[in-house]
C-alpha cells in the first residue's frame, strides 16, 4: 500500500512548457520534501515543507517552484523546463522536522524534455 | 555535502550475511546515521537510523562504533532482491546522499 503517491511515473514535456509533478501522502505527516536525481546521481534536495512554511535550497533554480495547498498533497512546478531539468524527481515526506525522522519516498516521476 | 565515505560497490553471495561500511569521522555529537537504499527505478527505501546504540529491526542491523566515526549496516541473509545502492547518510536537518555503495548479491 503505497503511501508517498506520485503521479504520473512518466511524464513527457516539451522544452519551455510548464509542467506541473505532483504527491500526495496517506501519512498525515508535517513535512514533505522534493528531490531532484538525474541520471546516474545521487538524489539532491530541492526544497521541503514544513506545514506551510516553505524551504528552498540555496542552489534551487528560481525556474522550480512548489505549493502545498493542504497536509496531503504537494506540487512541483518547473516554469520553462530546459533539457537539463530532465530528471527523477522525487517526493518524501517525514512526520516532523529534525534529525529523528526518517524520510518516506515516493518512487518519482521521471520527466523528459523534448 | 556528504559527509559519508562508502566503498563504490561490492558484491555478496545469496543467502549469506552482507556488512556495509560507513565512514563518517566529521560526525557531530547530535547526528544520527540513516541508512537508506534504491532499487534501479525505484524511490529510496528507509532501511533503520541510530544515534549511538545498535540498532536492530526487520530488515536490517546497524552497527556503531564507540566513537561514532563509522558504522556497519549487515542484512544477516541476503537475496537477490536486495541487489541496489545502498546510501549512509549522516543528517543534519536533511538527507545529503553522497554516491553510495552498489551492492550486487549473486546466486
Known amino acids: 500500500d503505497a503511501m508517498v503517491i506520485q503521479n504520473p511515473r512518466y511524464q513527457v514535456t516539451q522544452f519551455g512548457k510548464p509542467v506541473t509533478l505532483s504527491c500526495s501522502q496517506t501519512?498525515?505527516?508535517?513535512?514533505m520534501y522534493w528531490y531532484q536525481q538525474k541520471s546516474s546521481q545521487a538524489p539532491k534536495l530541492l526544497f521541503h515543507y514544513y506545514d506551510k512554511d516553505f524551504n528552498n535550497e540555496a542552489d534551487t533554480p528560481d525556474n522550480f517552484q512548489s505549493r502545498r495547498p493542504n497536509t496531503s498533497f504537494c506540487f512541483l512546478d518547473i516554469r520553462s523546463p530546459g533539457l537539463g531539468d530532465a530528471a527523477m524527481y522525487l517526493c518524501?515526506?517525514?512526520?516532523?522536522?529534525?534529525?529523528?525522522?526518517?524520510?518516506?519516498f515516493g518512487d518519482g516521476t521521471r520527466l523528459s524534455i523534448l | 555535502d556528504a559527509k559519508t565515505t562508502q566503498p563504490t560497490s561490492m558484491d555478496c553471495a545469496e543467502g549469506r550475511a552482507a556488512n556495509l561500511p560507513c565512514n563518517h569521522s566529521?560526525?557531530?555529537?547530535?547526528?544520527?546515521v540513516y541508512w537508506y537504499r534504491q532499487i534501479h527505478s525505484q524511490g529510496p527505501q528507509y532501511i533503520i537510523h541510530?544515534?549511538?546504540n545498535n540498532e536492530t529491526n526487520e530488515m536490517a542491523s546497524l552497527i556503531i562504533t564507540e566513537d561514532r566515526k563509522s558504522s556497519t549496516l549487515i542484512l544477516p541473509h541476503a537475496t537477490l532482491r536486495d541487489t541496489a545502492v545502498y546510501y549512509c547518510i549522516v543528517n543534519d536537518y536533511k538527507l545529503s546522499f553522497g554516491a553510495g555503495t552498489t551492492v550486487t548479491v549473486r546466486a
Open positions: 566529521t560526525i557531530s555529537g547530535n547526528e544520527y
Open positions: 501519512l498525515n505527516h508535517n513535512v
Open positions: 541510530g544515534l549511538k
Open positions: 518524501a515526506t517525514s512526520r516532523e522536522g529534525g534529525k529523528n525522522q526518517p524520510q518516506h
